[in-house]
Nanobody, 119 residues
Framework: VQLVESGGGLVQSGGSLRLSCAASGFTFRWADMRWYHQAPGKERELVAR????????NYADSVKGRFTISRDNAKNTVYLQMNSLKPEDTGVYYC?????????????WGQGTQVTVSS
């Protein structure tokens, strides 16, 4: 199983970034996909979630109206479009997959991608 995030970097406040997460090794189209954010010195928190079919999304209050999660099941990829970025959005962003297969429930994690927003 692999979840490989990309698209992080350094951006000025008010700017945009698009994160991608390429998945392999499990049935992506059956998985609930999530993006988490871990700010320096803080716990990891859920920022966005999308259902397996892509027809349901949820966002943390801190990112509503600024971030958009989407997925392409044909490409086994989930995205996080981040607009109007703020310095408090700085941190590591992790992609994760949640679901259940014949072996039971699972959660898989990527290695994370760093996002730094300068003021």
């Amino acid at each position: 199983v692999q979840l490989v995030e990309s698209g992080g970097g350094l951006v000025q406040s008010g700017g945009s970034l698009r994160l991608s997460c390429a998945a392999s090794g499990f049935t992506f189209r059956w998985a609930d996909m999530r993006w988490y954010h871990q700010a320096p010195g803080k716990e990891r928190e859920l920022v966005a979630r999308i259902s397996s079919a892509g027809d349901s999304t949820n966002y943390a209050d801190s990112v509503k109206g600024r971030f958009t999660i989407s997925r392409d099941n044909a490409k086994n990829t989930v995205y996080l479009q981040m607009n109007s970025l703020k310095p408090e959005d700085t941190g590591v962003y992790y992609c994760s997959a949640w679901g259940s297969e014949w072996s039971g429930p699972y959660s898989y994690w990527g290695q994370g991608t760093q996002v730094t927003v300068s003021s």
